[in-house]
């Protein structure tokens, strides 16, 4: 009896430090009335094809066309919340899945870019490999189109990853950082997200998230401060500025709704100034890259 005791005092302090309790338990209480309220917008936006919920944002002016988001979708990035992407299309973005695996650029007229969390270290060769890709992701997002990486996509974003056996694969280099492997479980659980710059998608708010991943990379940024429920242990992360937002943790866009207005904000500035120069020259030139236009 004393080691079960033992066994469930330590499941309550996992429980404890890793799970929003209190919150969790309001949202429980929140549905039926949440699911009320969507079924009643379903049916008034049903009965009108233009609601303002198809709206978006061009630098903080509503206009009629939607932002194209290119999202990373296939078997190496397969994590990221379907309310994460629910709110970005009430706020108006149009939502388009491409392949870092298997497509050779990103979607036509993409004016932000969407790498989710997933698996992309047990594809490292295939992602190596697909050339066109990384070369198209890389200078989209020197260009300026504004851009989100959570986790795997962080990951993918670095110079180099390696793999379990340390066999080391070249990736999108934007950021000049290396991946590798540890032995257990980095900075496990969740975090709250504050102290970012004024101009990031984040701004002066605070937002949730979770980390869950093995790996590591030299460079995890420091321009955001990181909280630990209950611990209250710090630390820094994430590289962030106006058109960026590249870090390990998964953030939950219904805990501050404002980072995805503001992502897309960004999104709406970018198409308005420079998608149509952008479309008349060429980003690169390099050898056996095919070029990417937006």
């Not at 002016?61 to 629910?86: M, P, T, W």
């Not at 388009?96 to 650029?105: Q, T, W």
């Not at 007229?109 to 190596?128: F, R, V, W």
């Not at 020197?142 to 990951?155: D, H, K, R, Y």
Request: aromatic residues 10%; hydrophobic residues 35%.
């Amino acid at each position: 009896m004393t080691e079960v005791n033992k066994t469930l005092a330590a499941a309550a302090q996992v429980c404890e430090e890793c799970i929003f309790i209190d919150d969790l338990m309001a949202l429980a209480k929140k549905t039926a009335a949440c699911n009320n309220t969507m079924q009643k917008a379903n049916t008034k936006n049903q009965g009108s094809s233009n609601s303002d919920s198809r709206k978006i944002f061009h630098g903080g002016s509503q206009g009629q066309h939607r932002i194209r988001i290119a999202v990373a979708e296939d078997e190496a990035f397969c994590f990221l919340y379907e309310e994460n992407k629910n709110i970005l299309k009430q706020f108006g973005a149009e939502l388009v899945s491409f392949s870092p695996l298997h497509d050779e650029n990103l979607p036509e007229n993409t004016a932000g870019i969407y790498l989710c969390g997933g698996y992309p270290e047990l594809y490292l060769k295939q992602l190596s490999e697909n050339k066109t890709m990384l070369v198209s992701i890389r200078n989209a997002i020197q260009m300026g189109v504004p851009s989100i990486a959570e986790c795997g996509g962080f990951l993918y974003l670095q110079e180099s990853v390696a793999d379990g056996d340390g066999n080391i694969y070249p990736l999108c280099g934007v950021l000049k950082g290396h991946g590798e492997k540890k032995k257990n479980l980095v900075r496990f659980g969740y975090v709250t997200l504050q102290d970012a710059p004024e101009n990031s998608f984040l701004g002066t708010g605070r937002i949730r998230g979770h980390e869950f991943h093995y790996y590591d990379v030299t460079d995890n940024g420091n321009d955001v401060t990181a909280i630990k429920p209950v611990s209250g242990k710090t630390w820094s992360c994430i590289h962030a500025a106006e058109d960026h937002w590249w870090g390990f943790p998964h953030l939950y866009y219904p805990n501050h709704p404002e980072f995805a207005k503001r992502f897309l904000n960004a999104a709406g500035l970018y198409c308005k100034d420079n998608i149509t120069k952008a479309a008349k020259q060429p980003l690169v030139n390099e050898k056996n890259a095919k070029i990417f236009r937006v």
